[in-house]
């Protein structure tokens, strides 16, 4: 309540001449861009605006939890000054944050101020009811108001005693509401959907482009292993068998040992094709699910990794496919960079996402970097909307979190 009132007070005393001077400034330069004065100065005096506006937007964020995205239009870096002046005013953001300013300098202010008031107010008629109400009452020539509350005398007094009682109640539930209500004001006149939206777009234009590579990518991969391995021993393999057969009649003992030889570059063909196979889509993940798979990709680390697992239902295919090679990978960095003796993986679905976490007790220092394997992970989990978190500080441990929303069937 009282960090509430605090705020609000600091909030007016502050916003009010920071709006008054911004408009001025604004109408001012906008007023001269005729005679070309304003050409020159209308950007940075937009750019002030702009960030007075953001520096509002950070105190609604953390001091009312009301998040008011920004979304002006980006501007060439080496524009000239005829460039920036009307490519910032063509942004409707521009304009809303025009707008913003009277109406922070008026019903801004008065939401801001009205959390100190309710809380300090009340003092006053604490003061009157304690004996002060005889200066009072001279001050103001005979009868003095407190509220609607006359007073002229003690019993008059300890009504208006009273009547503080009642709004310090009041304050202690509708000072942090009332400075909230201020925050949504602001967020009504700056906000815009279209920031959204722009943003949106932007994420999934990039994470588009980022799973078309990762398929090209992971093509290239199957054959160039196609090639190089199962390829390779098909095609000796077949070699043998002409060797064999002109040599069934001349020596046999020879063609047996062909045979023998053919036999094994089928099995390690066969079993080259099993592991691609497995790379692209692990059997076990089709039949069991992902908290099988996962457990079954921990029995193959070579070090010890406990995995729990509180999945109540499967997710899509695509999401399952995701989350596997997304925890694979975040695997095989520990083993290679982290100097861990032991893994801990925690799979459970909450509130409609799917949450794993992969801890290490190793000698951190992981950071997500282009060209990281914890970079390649963020783009798959971004094709879902998913997210990764990492905490590695030096000496560790270190806690990689993936986050991918989802129904579980």
């Not at 076990?284 to 029995?299: F, Q, T």
């Not at 997710?315 to 290679?336: G, Q, R």
């Not at 976490?357 to 992981?366: I, L, M, Q, R």
Request: net charge neutral; proline share 5%.
């Amino acid at each position: 309540m009282g960090l509430a009132a605090v705020r609000g007070l600091a909030l007016a005393l502050v916003s009010l001449p920071g709006a008054v001077l911004c408009f001025v400034l604004s109408l001012v330069s906008l007023a001269l861009v005729p005679i070309g004065v304003g050409i020159v100065t209308t950007p940075y005096v937009l750019t002030g605006v702009r960030t007075f506006a953001n520096w509002r937007r950070v105190l609604a964020a953390e001091w009312g939890g009301v998040r008011i995205p920004s979304a002006y239009r980006p501007l060439p870096k080496d524009a000239n000054p005829w460039t920036r002046t009307f490519g910032m005013l063509r942004d409707p953001a521009t304009w809303r944050d025009l707008l913003w300013l009277p109406v922070d300098m008026t019903a801004g202010f008065l939401t801001a101020l009205l959390p100190a008031v309710l809380l300090f107010y009340p003092l006053e008629g604490f003061a009157i009811a304690a004996g002060l109400w005889r200066v009072f009452a001279d001050s103001a020539g005979g009868t003095y108001w407190y509220g609607f509350v006359p007073v002229t005398g003690q019993a008059s007094a300890l009504g208006a005693g009273l009547l503080a009682l009642v709004l310090l109640f009041l304050a202690h539930f509708y000072t942090p509401r009332l400075l909230q209500t201020h925050f949504r004001l602001t967020r009504a006149v700056l906000g815009s959907d279209q920031g959204q939206l722009a943003e949106r777009v932007r994420v999934l234009t990039e994470t588009r482009r980022d799973a078309v590579d990762t398929s090209a990518a992971e093509l290239r991969r199957i054959e160039r292993d196609l090639h190089d391995g199962a390829q390779a021993r098909l095609v000796a393999m077949g070699m043998d068998l002409g060797t064999i057969e002109m040599l069934l009649d001349k020596d046999p003992e020879q063609a047996k040992q062909l045979v023998t030889q053919a036999r094994k570059s089928s099995a390690d063909a066969l079993a080259e094709l099993r592991d691609l196979v497995r790379g692209i889509h692990p059997p076990v993940l089709a039949e069991r699910g992902l908290g099988d798979a996962v457990r079954a990709l921990a029995l193959r680390m070579p070090i010890t990794t406990e995995v729990n697992v509180e999945l109540p239902g499967r997710a899509e295919a695509p999401v399952e496919s995701a989350a596997y090679f997304a925890v694979s990978e975040v695997l095989t960095n520990a083993v290679k960079h982290s100097g861990a003796d032991r893994i801990w993986i925690d799979l459970h679905h909450t509130n409609d996402m799917l949450r794993i976490t992969v801890t290490d007790n190793g000698k951190g220092g992981a950071v997500i970097g282009a060209g990281s394997g914890l970079a390649g992970v963020e783009r798959r989990l971004g094709t879902f909307d998913g997210v990764l978190a990492v905490s590695s500080p030096a000496g560790g441990p270190t806690m990689v979190t993936m986050e991918i929303p989802c129904a579980l069937s």
